[in-house]
């Protein structure tokens, strides 16, 4: 027999306290979202330039999810900061709770709820999710890492079909996504297989439908603009020296653990990205990884986070942004560390 009492303060108070913390931040998110600069930044103003239409955005087909979001909250008010940074607010949230059903699923209440709050009030985080820029998306690769244990646990087929098919859908218009989505299916395979399987024709046809109908858009941006399928592919106009490619895997440490260059909308010069706490549960994430690499989860954490330090390195248009959300699941499973040890 279940235990209501035990059943309410485990299941529905972590909840409840959920729901609290992703209602606070977005009101942190949105407070004075509009003033708090006295107008928009440099790359804020390239974006929205750029962007400004439909043909534009046809055009220049990368991060459509973003682009097309913000072409319906444009259309609410056409002169408002406000608005045009939105989008990323819109976006973050969802992000917050697949961090979270991540670390549940893997690790349970206590380390998903911890995790959760340090995943909120990251600064580089908080800084990018209100910014009038689609790099809020270059954290998808946290998707990616979900959807491994989300296959796993979810046992309703057409919640794992809709899910998975609109996420591959969207994510594709993101630079570099393609690889990661190439990734999991390799590396899902036998899942994938048995959940194709058990499809019913109707079903079959469905998840192929709306993966077509994703594609349609980038099949016509390609036609209309070719550059657009490097975009996508990540592909540099010219690939650097090695050199290059070494100085910028170099300041991937550099930046998390030292100092971070100047970056007047985003972050401070000479401030490092993570603090003393979140090192050092970064440090006990890798060591964890490393002693129970048996686990597929971890290797598959790894080969993603080989890869986006691959696009980053190769391609000066992605930002340090991309290895972040790995990052923050690297300092998770340090503090699931602690956490079975502080609660053994």
């Not at 209501?4 to 004075?32: A, D, E, H, M, P």
């Not at 087909?61 to 979001?69: A, D, E, G, H, N």
């Not at 309703?156 to 218009?173: A, D, R, W």
Request: proline letters at 3%; glycine letters at 4%.
């Amino acid at each position: 027999m279940i235990n209501i009492k035990s059943y309410f303060n485990i299941n529905t108070l972590n909840k409840l306290f959920l729901v609290i913390l992703i209602g606070l931040t977005t009101f942190l998110l949105l407070f004075r979202l509009g003033t708090i600069t006295n107008g928009l930044s440099i790359n804020e103003l390239i974006y929205l330039n750029s962007h400004s239409s439909i043909s534009n955005i046809f055009h220049n087909i990368t991060y459509l999810p973003y682009s097309i979001i913000h072409q319906l909250f444009f259309s609410i008010n056409t002169s408002s900061i406000f608005i045009d940074r939105l989008v990323s607010v819109f976006l973050f949230v969802p992000f917050i709770y697949l961090f979270y059903k991540f670390f549940r699923y893997k690790f349970g209440y206590y380390t998903a709820f911890f995790s959760t709050l340090i995943f909120l009030s990251s600064s580089w985080l908080l800084h990018t999710s209100r910014t009038a820029t689609p790099e809020i998306l270059l954290i998808s690769p946290l998707l990616f890492v979900f959807l491994h244990e989300f296959i796993k646990n979810e046992k309703n087929l057409n919640k794992i079909l809709v899910f998975t098919i609109i996420s591959f859908g969207l994510l594709i218009y993101v630079p570099g996504m393609i690889y990661l989505i190439l990734l999991f299916i390799l590396y899902n395979l036998r899942y994938l297989r048995l959940f194709i399987g058990k499809l019913n024709t109707l079903q079959k046809s469905l998840a192929i439908s709306i993966f077509i109908l994703a594609l349609i858009p980038l099949l016509y941006s390609i036609s209309v603009n070719l550059n657009n399928l490097s975009n996508i592919l990540a592909i540099p106009d010219s690939f650097p020296s090695l050199l290059h490619v070494l100085s910028r895997l170099i300041n991937i440490p550099e930046y998390l653990l030292f100092k971070m260059t100047l970056s007047p909308s985003i972050w401070l010069n000479n401030l490092a990205i993570l603090d003393l706490l979140g090192i050092v549960f970064l440090v006990t994430g890798i060591f964890r990884i490393a002693t129970n690499w048996s686990d597929k989860s971890y290797k598959n954490l790894s080969y993603t986070f080989a890869i986006v330090c691959i696009l980053y390195a190769i391609n000066d248009t992605i930002s340090i942004t991309i290895i972040y959300p790995i990052i923050m699941l690297l300092i998770g499973i340090g503090l699931s560390y602690f956490i079975d040890k502080w609660f053994k």
